[in-house]
């Protein structure tokens, strides 16, 4: 006997139309994830009330939990459709699962929203290495084992969003830029080449919507795919804006 998932989507069908549920079931299959789930939604656009409508929008691109793309609030809790596995999230016996827009970004359509506060901030901290040109300077600066195990953790990040999405002092009426700008921050901070720029980006975070704007609620690391140390990247730039404001205080 074939058995059947019933998948509660929350629509909305532009950014200044109303929200509104819709039902499909989805014949389970073994080994399927959300993102299969909202494929077959797709290919067969049907409610359960047999009303005709139009496929689900969601973004996605590498299926792997890599790009971040798919991040939305399934079940209650942030994190990525590929990676969301069906017989994950049906152990208790149910059938349903419910699938709603990250709420901290404007949504385009259905679960797609537009992340580009999240890309604005990683501008203002500068999250890359300065270069001036393309010539051939030779091999840079040695960077040791032990500084490459601390900078690998904070280098996953995919700017899927779930830290913000999770981050109580993360909204539309805060400055605050998250722990996912924060964390990249101190990633180039550390770099033997980025940490030319150091001071532009302790600025940037001793500034408003920076380090303490955070309420320390952890809840970014609690729901962090890549189990990223934020924290320990919030106390790091917590120390580091502490001691660049001193700085320019003494003038050194």
């Known amino acids: ?26 014949e389970y299959e073994p080994g399927m994830n959300v993102t299969t789930v909202l494929q077959r939604i797709a290919a067969h656009p049907v409610t359960v009330d047999h009303q005709a409508t ?6 996605s691109c590498c299926l792997e939990e890599v790009c971040g793309a798919c ?3 399934i079940n209650g809790r ?12 049906c152990t208790d016996g149910g059938d349903t ?10 949504v385009v359509r259905d679960l797609l929203v537009n992340r580009q506060r999240m890309f604005d901030a990683l ?20 960077v040791f084992p032990k500084e490459q195990e601390e900078a690998y953790p904070l280098s996953q990040c995919m700017t899927c969003g779930c830290c913000v999405e999770a981050c109580p002092q993360y909204h539309q009426d805060s400055p605050f830029i998250g722990a996912a700008a924060i964390s990249q921050a101190i990633l180039f901070n550390a770099h033997p080449t980025g940490k030319s720029a150091a001071d ?4 940037v975070l001793a500034g408003k919507g920076g380090i303490a704007d955070c309420g320390n609620s952890q809840n970014c690391v609690k729901v962090c795919p890549k189990h990223i140390p934020l924290t320990i990247s919030i106390a790091k730039a917590g120390r580091d804006t502490t001691l660049y404001k001193l700085r320019k205080w003494f003038g050194r």
Not at 3 to 26: G, M, N
Not at 54 to 59: E, I
């Open 200 to 203: 532009e980006r302790l600025e």
């Open 54 to 59: 139009t496929p689900v929008a969601y973004d």
């Open 97 to 106: 699962i419910e699938l709603r827009p990250m709420t901290k970004f404007p």
């Open 78 to 89: 942030v994190r990525q459709a590929c990676s969301a596995l069906i017989d994950n999230l």
């Open 123 to 142: 501008k203002r901290v500068k999250a890359w290495v300065q270069v001036d040109d393309y010539y051939d300077r030779g091999p840079g600066p040695r």
């Open 71 to 73: 991040t939305m609030v």
């Open 1 to 26: 006997m074939s058995r059947y998932i019933h998948v509660k989507v929350l629509r909305q069908q532009d950014p200044h139309s109303a929200e509104h549920w819709e039902t499909f079931s989805v």
